[in-house]
């Protein structure tokens, strides 16, 4: 079993969509959790960076992490064509800088 | 701010043979780390410099291995090349070594191993 579970994809939306993007874990000594986007042929952008428990949001973005669970979410408002990419969820321990990353799940926004 | 350099961006080499890649840290990191990203595939740590030392090492055998210089830069070699070498090999820096802050990614070097 992986660390980090992700749905790969594709997801496909028409534009002004609500996204949803998740991920599960099964190490319960995460308390970093991360949202990257990346363009085909590009290196992953950050997006969201959350500290244990919570909501967060940013713009259209909105990061929801429940440690219970072991369940975090993406949200993004008002999707956008150029919205289209690759979403990844990153996790890390306190103390380590190390990432474990889902697989990535595939974004695609029809105008 | 010129972000995370990588060089080059992207490379072809046979079987067999040696490869060095190169990362500049974004300015006021001095922790680097390498990842390998497959096709399709999220990245997977391979190792992070610190005070030029290697601080810690993912499930990679011992054909890669990296050095960190005293301006903070990085490069990553991998020895005796296979074909599942062939990926693209992400440079990220931080500011510390276990600090509570995110990690920055360069845009990376493709390597096609043939």
């Known amino acids: 079993q992986k660390e980090v579970e992700q749905d790969p994809g594709p997801l496909s939306v028409p534009e002004g969509a609500i996204v949803s993007l998740n991920c599960t874990y099964s190490?319960?000594?995460?308390?970093?959790f991360m949202w990257y986007r990346q363009y085909s042929r590009k290196g992953p952008e950050l997006l969201m960076y959350t500290y244990s428990s919570g909501n967060k949001e940013d713009g259209r973005f909105t990061a929801q992490v429940d440690k219970s669970s072991k369940y975090i979410s993406l949200f993004i408002r008002d999707s956008q064509p150029s919205d289209s990419a690759t979403y990844l969820c990153?996790?890390?321990?306190?103390?380590?800088?190390?990432?474990?990353f889902g697989t990535g799940t595939r974004l695609l926004v029809s105008p | 701010d010129a972000g995370v350099t990588q060089s080059p961006t992207h490379l072809i080499k046979t079987r067999g043979q040696q490869v060095t890649l190169r990362c500049s840290p974004k300015s006021g990191h001095d922790t680097v780390s390498w990842y390998q990203q497959a096709l399709g595939q999220g990245p997977q740590f391979i190792f992070q410099y610190y005070e030029e030392e290697e601080r810690q090492r993912g499930n990679f055998p011992d054909r890669f291995s990296g050095h960190q210089f005293p301006n903070y830069s990085s490069e990553l070699n991998v020895n005796a090349l296979l074909l599942g070498d062939s990926a693209l090999y992400l440079c990220?820096?931080?500011?510390?070594?276990?600090?509570?802050?995110?990690?920055?990614f360069g845009q990376g070097t493709r390597l096609t191993v043939v």
């Open positions: 190490n319960s000594a995460f308390q970093y």
């Open positions: 990153a996790m890390r321990n306190t103390g380590f800088q190390k990432l474990v």
């Open positions: 990220a820096s931080s500011p510390g070594p276990g600090g509570d802050t995110e990690a920055f």
